[in-house]
């Protein structure tokens, strides 16, 4: 399934904050309709309620780990048959008030744009976050895909995207074996006076295996839904991939990165004059080694006879002499 969104939505009057924060920008959302409901006030809603609130405690510092940034946190509430599992992840090069900030939003947007469903996956410009009655956690899970194209164009559109297609797939393989499952980098002088920047992450539950596939295949995407376009981005619910002609996130988490490089070019065909003259030079060589050892063959089939009779016939007056000798020598 492709969510295709060309606009964004960044207030919404039904949800409140008792506190001044950072209102995330609204992306989309995937709440299908024919996802199994809970009731209000149910044991699932418990739960659910329970899952919100571990979630958006875990957008913080860690104070064990060092006070590093979480960025991205799974967990569970409840028991079978009415366990709720949810996750969210939030970009990487953000602060942690962001994150907090976005991570909160979404436990009480999603409510109200999919209420009752026990499964839904929305996302913003910040995080995404998603909950289901089934565990989908360490799962790559690439439907449903938003794709975001750019509304501008570019000249010469099938270089140009060949060549972001290249830079995003190197950027994910860094991506996918790094720790953080994150890589935002950029490509200075891609074009003339234009520098390329990218962004992709993972949510950090994936093996490296699984990261990369997601990445692949969403940057697979790219030019299929912003072919020809200055920048866009592909969402997932196990990972994202976005490019542009301008920064659009924290330059201190700049990686570098190299596209691979174009395979080399094939040998040039021989000409035809060349092969004829090597092939006859081939055959010369063999010419010249199984005639003169025909010769030597017929030659020794010939000779070989004639030498043994001779040898033969001067064995035998050897033997005569012998023979002759010792007669004479008993008559004595």
Same mark, same amino acid.
């Given at each position: 399934m492709i969510l295709v969104v060309f606009l964004y939505l960044s207030s919404f009057s039904i949800i409140s904050f008792t506190k001044a924060f950072i209102t995330p920008? !609204? @992306?989309g959302n995937y709440c299908p309709s024919s996802s199994f409901n809970f009731t209000i006030n149910s044991t699932y809603h418990s739960n659910l309620k329970l899952l919100f609130s571990?979630?958006?405690? +875990?957008?913080t510092f860690n104070t064990s780990n060092g006070l590093s940034q979480v960025f991205f946190s799974n967990a569970t509430a409840g028991q079978a048959p009415d366990e709720v599992y949810g996750l969210f992840l939030c970009r990487r090069d953000l602060n942690s008030t962001t994150c907090q900030d976005c991570v909160t939003y979404a436990t009480r947007h999603v409510t109200a744009i999919c209420p009752t469903r026990k499964l839904a996956t929305i996302w913003y410009d910040e995080c995404?976050?998603?909950? /289901?009655n089934e565990s989908f956690f360490s799962i790559v899970s690439q439907n449903?895909? @938003?794709w975001m194209p750019n509304t501008e164009n570019v000249t010469e559109p099938d270089k140009f995207d060949d060549s972001v297609l290249s830079f995003m797939n190197a950027a994910a393989s860094k991506a996918a074996i790094s720790p953080d499952k994150f890589v935002g980098a950029k490509k200075e002088n891609f074009r003339v006076n234009e520098t390329l920047y990218g962004l992709v992450q993972c949510t950090q539950d994936l093996s490296s295996r699984d990261c990369f596939t997601c990445?692949?295949?969403? +940057?697979?995407?790219?030019?299929?839904?912003?072919?020809?376009?200055?920048?866009?981005?592909?969402?997932?619910? /196990?990972? +994202? /991939?976005?490019?542009?002609? !301008?920064?659009?996130? +924290?330059?201190?988490? @700049? /990686?570098?990165?190299?596209p691979a490089p174009a395979p080399a070019p094939p040998p040039a065909p021989r000409s035809v004059t060349e092969s004829q003259g090597k092939r006859r030079q081939a055959a010369w060589i063999a010419i010249g080694t199984i005639i003169p050892t025909i010769i030597v063959l017929m030659l020794s089939g010939h000779f070989l006879p004639l030498i043994w009779r001779r040898y033969k016939v001067c064995l035998c007056r050897g033997e005569s002499k012998k023979t002759s000798a010792s007669s004479t020598s008993l008559r004595r």
């Open positions: 920008v !609204y @992306i571990t979630l958006s405690s +875990n957008a995404h976050l998603r909950y /289901s449903p895909a @938003i990445l692949r295949a969403a +940057n697979a995407d790219l030019p299929v839904c912003c072919g020809g376009k200055r920048g866009g981005r592909v969402l997932t619910p /196990s990972c +994202n /991939s976005r490019f542009e002609l !301008y920064s659009f996130f +924290n330059e201190s988490y @700049i /990686s570098t990165v190299e």
